[in-house]
C-alpha cells in the first residue's frame, strides 16, 4: 500500500526567473520583482470572502487605517461585526486576516508551489484587502517574504538603507521616516521577495488584494525560550554554574567580568551540545507560530475501519492546523506532527511531509495503515470518505 500525493508542484521558475538563479542570487539577500508568477491568476476568494472570514471567532484579523507621512495610525483587532466592515471609507483602510489557508484549505496549493524552499520553513498565507491608499506604514520585517498581487494594484516602495527610529507612542511598528529608493507597481499574478530587514511600504493604488506567503524565522530568544522549557519538561537541566579558581571578591554584590563569561560559556554550551538535538527541534519547529491546535475526533477509528475507507476510495486530508515535519532515526524517521512524535519508515514520513491531500493505492500495509489510524486519531489526518452517489 502507498499513499498517492495530491499537490501542486513547487514552481520551476519564477516568471522569467529558474528558481536556481533566485536562490543563489536573491533567496536572503536582495529584494526581487517577479513579474508573472502566476500567469493570468484569479484568486480563489475575494474581498467579500476575506471580510467575511475576518469576522469569525477563530481567525486573526487586525484593521489599519492612516497614511504616510502624516501617522495617523490606528490599530482595531477582530473578529470584527459585520457592520464594523461596512461602515469603512472608500479609501486608508487595510484588513489584514493571517492563516488564510488553514479557514480555506485549497489554498494550501499557493504555499506548496513554494515548495522548492524546505517545507517546515513555510508559516502561512496572510490575506490583505485594501481600500485605494490603504497602507499598512513603512516597516522592516524580519523574515522572508512572498508578496502575491492577487487583485487590484499595489505600489511598494523599497529601501535598504534607511533610518530605523520608530514612531513612538503607535501599536503599530512604522518607521517615522522612510525615503524609498525603488517603487514598483504589482498587477494580479506578480510576485514582490523581500528577504529579512528591508524597509517597504506597500500603498493600494485601488481596491485590491494583496497575498503574503512568510517564512518562519525563529529568533534567539523564540529558540532560548523553547530550549528551556524543553530542558525542564524532560528533566534535563545540564550542566550548572560552577566558579573554580575563584579568587577574592573585592566589592560586594558585584557580578563581575569573570561570572559574566562563565555563564556565556555555560549557555553556550546547552546550546550548542546535545541539549539542541533533533527531537527538539522537530517538535518546537513543528508548533512554531501555531495558533491553534488540531483537536482529536469525538469517535476514534480502528485500523480495519481507516484501510476499508481508504481502500473504497477515502480521500486523506492533512488537518489545516497540523504541521509535519521528520527527521532521521536510527534508519527510519521520526515524523513531528504539530508538536507529537512518531517513529515511522522515512518513505511514509516523506509522503506525509510532501503534500496535504492523498489517496491510496495498492494493497493494505499494516504498518502504515497503524500510522494513518493513529495520526487520524489525534486530529492531524482526516478522512474525506467517498460520496455514496458517485
Given at each position: 500500500m502507498a499513499l498517492i500525493v495530491?499537490?501542486?508542484?513547487?514552481?520551476?521558475?519564477?516568471?522569467d526567473m529558474p528558481v536556481d538563479r533566485f536562490l543563489r542570487d536573491y533567496w536572503q539577500s536582495t529584494p526581487c520583482l517577479l513579474r508573472q508568477v502566476f500567469p493570468d491568476f484569479e484568486p480563489e476568494l475575494d474581498p467579500q470572502d476575506i471580510a467575511g472570514l475576518a469576522c469569525e471567532e477563530l481567525a486573526e484579523a487586525r484593521l489599519v487605517s492612516g497614511r504616510y507621512p502624516e501617522h495617523d495610525w490606528r490599530l482595531r483587532h477582530g473578529p470584527f461585526g459585520e457592520s464594523d466592515l461596512l461602515e469603512l471609507p472608500e479609501s486608508d483602510w487595510t484588513l489584514l486576516v493571517q492563516d488564510v489557508e488553514k479557514h480555506y484549505p485549497p489554498l494550501t496549493g499557493i504555499l506548496e508551489a513554494f515548495g522548492f524552499l524546505p517545507t517546515w520553513r513555510i508559516d502561512d498565507l496572510m490575506s490583505s484587502v485594501a481600500a485605494p491608499g490603504g497602507s499598512v506604514g513603512p516597516h522592516v520585517d524580519q523574515y522572508d517574504v512572498f508578496l502575491l498581487q492577487a487583485s487590484?494594484?499595489?505600489?511598494?516602495?523599497?529601501?535598504?538603507?534607511?533610518?530605523?527610529?520608530?514612531v513612538t507612542g503607535c501599536e503599530l511598528d512604522v518607521l517615522q521616516r522612510f525615503d524609498a529608493e525603488t517603487h514598483w507597481d504589482l498587477e494580479p499574478g506578480d510576485v514582490l521577495y523581500l528577504p529579512p530587514g528591508v524597509a517597504h511600504h506597500g500603498v493600494a493604488l485601488d481596491l485590491c488584494m494583496t497575498w503574503s506567503i512568510g517564512l518562519r524565522a525563529p529568533s534567539q530568544a523564540d529558540l532560548l525560550i523553547a530550549l528551556g522549557e524543553w530542558l525542564a519538561e524532560h528533566g534535563e537541566e545540564g550542566e550548572r554554574y560552577t566558579d573554580p579558581r575563584l579568587g577574592t571578591s573585592p566589592r560586594p554584590g558585584e557580578i563581575d567580568g569573570a561570572a559574566r563569561d562563565r555563564f556565556s560559556a555555560l549557555l553556550g554550551d546547552a546550546v550548542n551540545g546535545p541539549a539542541i538535538s533533533d527531537e527538539f527541534l522537530g517538535r518546537f519547529l513543528s508548533t512554531y507560530r501555531l495558533a491553534h491546535a488540531p483537536a482529536a475526533p469525538d469517535t476514534p477509528l480502528a485500523a480495519p475501519a481507516v484501510a476499508s475507507a481508504l481502500q473504497t476510495g477515502a480521500l486523506l486530508h492533512r488537518n489545516p492546523w497540523t504541521r509535519l515535519a521528520w527527521t532521521p532515526h536510527r534508519g527510519a524517521a521520526r515524523l513531528y506532527a504539530a508538536g507529537e512524535c512518531i517513529e515511522c519508515r522515512t518513505a511514509d514520513a516523506?509522503?506525509?511531509?510532501?503534500?496535504?491531500?492523498?489517496?491510496?493505492?495498492?494493497?493494505?500495509?499494516?504498518?502504515?495503515?497503524?500510522?494513518?489510524?493513529?495520526?487520524?486519531?489525534?486530529?492531524?489526518?482526516?478522512?474525506?470518505?467517498?460520496d455514496a452517489t458517485d
Open positions: 495530491q499537490r501542486t508542484p513547487p514552481l520551476r521558475s519564477l516568471g487590484g494594484r499595489r505600489r511598494w516602495s523599497i529601501s535598504r538603507n534607511f533610518d530605523p527610529e520608530r516523506e509522503r506525509l511531509c510532501a503534500g496535504a491531500c492523498w489517496r491510496l493505492e495498492g494493497a493494505a500495509d499494516p504498518e502504515l495503515t497503524d500510522l494513518v489510524t493513529r495520526l487520524v486519531n489525534r486530529g492531524h489526518l482526516i478522512l474525506e470518505m467517498p
